[in-house]
């Protein structure tokens, strides 16, 4: 009847709770975290880092409470510039597990159809047995705790949008104005002789556009 494997460290035990409405338990426990713990190829807990969880079990009316927080380190890698980045992560969490046959009586209420039947199913978590299995509730909590776009600092500049390099390291990082496309260009249509020529034509405009310039003070000074 039962589908967990009680030897799996994200599955608890509820049974000294004794079903009494009020009776408490604290559970510690320290594993290795599961695949899938965050967004996959963004960031996330990677796959058998250190996980330490601190669980209330509080035994209610429906069923069992669970209260609890995790963490670990998070692993990813800055949208920006690319830099890994990694932070402590807390997160606290709090789901209830209904009994089975609770949870019977609960689905009764709302059934309408089969289709509906497992709708409900989705979002209702029970217990099997004494044993209830924390993965789902774990990863939906650090889920929902990452960033969709982690960054290495808030300010992080990204990288140059010409050579690539990561601005926050050199924040005064520029390039000359020319269109570096441009520049290339003129690199592959440039031959020495095309330069000389094009120099001796500039000399000559500039010699006869200084001559214009001095005629016209000489003019305006008489
Ligand atoms: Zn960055
Ligand atoms: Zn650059």
């Not at 695949?35 to 079990?57: C, F, N, Q, T, Y």
């Not at 774990?138 to 889920?143: F, H, N, T």
Request: glycine residues 8%; aromatic residues 4%.
């Amino acid at each position: 009847m039962n589908r967990l494997d009680h030897r799996d460290p994200l599955v608890f035990d509820t049974h000294e709770l004794g079903r009494r409405p009020g009776a408490l338990r604290k559970v510690s426990r320290t594993l290795e975290a599961p695949e899938g713990l965050g967004i996959i190829d963004v960031i996330g807990v990677p796959e058998k880092s250190e996980l330490a969880l601190e669980l209330r079990l509080e035994s209610v009316v429906e069923g069992v409470l669970v209260t609890g927080t995790a963490e670990a380190v998070v692993e990813g890698e800055c949208v920006r510039c690319l830099e890994p980045v990694e932070f402590d992560l807390d997160v606290d969490f709090q789901e209830l597990y209904y009994y089975p046959e609770s949870d019977e009586r609960h689905r009764a209420r709302t059934a309408g159809t089969e289709d509906l039947d497992e709708d409900s199913e989705e979002e209702t978590y029970r217990l099997e047995g004494d044993f209830f299995d924390l993965r789902p509730v774990l990863r939906d909590a650090v889920v929902l705790a990452l960033p969709l776009q982690p960054v290495c600092q808030e300010d992080c500049l990204g990288l140059c949008s010409e050579c690539g390099a990561r601005l926050s390291d050199d924040p005064a990082h520029h390039h000359d104005a020319a269109d570096p496309r441009w520049a290339a260009l003129q690199g592959l249509s440039a031959t020495p002789g095309d330069e000389a020529r094009g120099e001796v034509a500039d000399r000559r405009r500039g010699t006869k556009n200084s001559d214009t310039r001095e005629g016209l003070a000489e003019n305006q000074e008489k």
